[in-house]
Nanobody, 116 residues
Framework: QVQLQESGPGLAKPSQTLSLTCTVSGGSITTSNYAWSWIRQPPGKGLEWMGVITFDGRISYSPSLKSRTSISRDTSKNQFSLQLRSVTPEDTAVYYC????????WGQGTQVTVSS
């Protein structure tokens, strides 16, 4: 059973870079056909997909966030990470990582608040 756990600071200041990590257990992030993604949900709003890194390292971003987002992975730690630059209060959200193969495996989510 694949399990995902987000980690990172719960609070960021405007203009800072937010860094989140998703640690995967129960399976390897290099296992064929898996895609590892970030998605977020601002308060009172719907889910917003942010980007994906596939099992073989291909990366895609949401066009609306592409200029501020970077996704990377550390295969030795079985982790993948999100960096969101120049954050504003509008980036306040619950951030989730998830894995997509023939089903979806979700992390529990982590609350991030952007405030001065």
């Amino acid at each position: 059973q694949v399990q995902l756990q987000e980690s990172g600071p719960g609070l960021a200041k405007p203009s800072q870079t937010l860094s989140l990590t998703c640690t995967v257990s129960g399976g390897s992030i290099t296992t064929s056909n898996y895609a590892w993604s970030w998605i977020r949900q601002p308060p009172g709003k719907g889910l917003e997909w942010m980007g994906v890194i596939t099992f073989d390292g291909r990366i895609s971003y949401s066009p609306s966030l592409k200029s501020r987002t970077s996704i990377s992975r550390d295969t030795s730690k079985n982790q993948f990470s999100l960096q969101l630059r120049s954050v504003t209060p509008e980036d306040t959200a619950v951030y989730y990582c998830y894995a997509l193969v023939w089903r979806v495996y979700w992390g529990q989510g982590t609350q991030v608040t952007v405030s001065s």
